[in-house]
C-alpha cells in the first residue's frame, strides 16, 4: 500500500541519517517501530545503539553478514 511504503521510505531515510553518522539503532524489529497519531513511523528502543563496528542486538534480527 502507499501507506507502508511513504512509512518504509522515512524509516530508511531515518536508517541512512543515523549510519552517515556511525550509529547503529542494532535493534530493528517490528516492536521497535511505532507510528505516530500521523502514521509517521517512530523508531524506538535506542537501548542496543552504538557505533558502527559493535556487535550487539536481538540475534534473531541480525543481518546475515
Known amino acids: ?5 511513504r512509512q518504509m521510505c522515512i524509516r ?3 536508517l541512512s ?3 552517515a553518522r556511525g550509529i547503529a539503532h542494532r535493534d530493528i524489529k517490528p516492536s521497535n ?3 505516530d497519531a ?3 513511523p517512530i523508531l524506538i528502543d535506542f537501548g542496543c545503539a552504538n557505533h558502527l563496528d559493535i556487535k550487539s542486538g ?3 534480527y541480525y543481518a546475515p553478514e
Do not use: E
Open 1 to 5: 500500500s502507499i501507506r507502508r511504503q
Open 12 to 14: 530508511d531515510r531515518v
Open 17 to 19: 541519517y543515523m549510519h
Open 33 to 35: 517501530i511505532m507510528l
Open 38 to 40: 500521523n502514521d509517521k
Open 58 to 60: 536481538t540475534p534473531h
